[in-house]
């Protein structure tokens, strides 16, 4: 079973950059087709960014621009840059695979944008 622990959030000021990082242990990483979840307070957990093995992207328009994600299937990690930070990005973050979350949920990092 693969295991993900995901690392990167903290407190940065709007237009501030964060890089979020998702370790993978246990599996064949590299087959898998990875995301980027979201969850803010009270809403529900949405899919903001998608690498598949091949190494192509998908973005959501809210992030797109802004957000860069990528992988290295060698580390078993998958990262999200993330630029030009806004208060609604706000959120916990998690990466699990796409379409569908297959793997059980790491505990996410919290990423919180605030002045």
């Known amino acids: 079973q693969v295991q993900l622990v995901e690392s990167g959030g903290g407190l940065v000021q709007p237009g501030g950059s964060l890089r979020l990082s998702c370790a993978a242990s246990?599996?064949?990483?590299?087959?898998?087709?990875m995301g980027w979840y979201r969850q803010a307070p009270g809403k529900q957990r949405d899919l903001v960014a998608g690498?598949?093995?091949?190494?192509?992207?998908r973005y959501v328009d809210a992030v797109k621009g802004r957000f860069t994600i990528s992988r290295d299937n060698a580390k078993n990690t998958v990262y999200l840059q993330m630029n030009s930070l806004k208060p609604e990005d706000t959120a916990v973050y998690y990466c699990?695979?796409?379409?569908?979350?297959?793997?059980?949920w790491g505990q996410g990092t919290q990423v919180t944008v605030s002045s």
């Open positions: 690498i598949t093995s091949g190494n192509r992207t």
């Open positions: 699990n695979t796409i379409p569908g979350a297959l793997l059980s």
């Open positions: 246990g599996g064949i990483f590299s087959i898998y087709a």
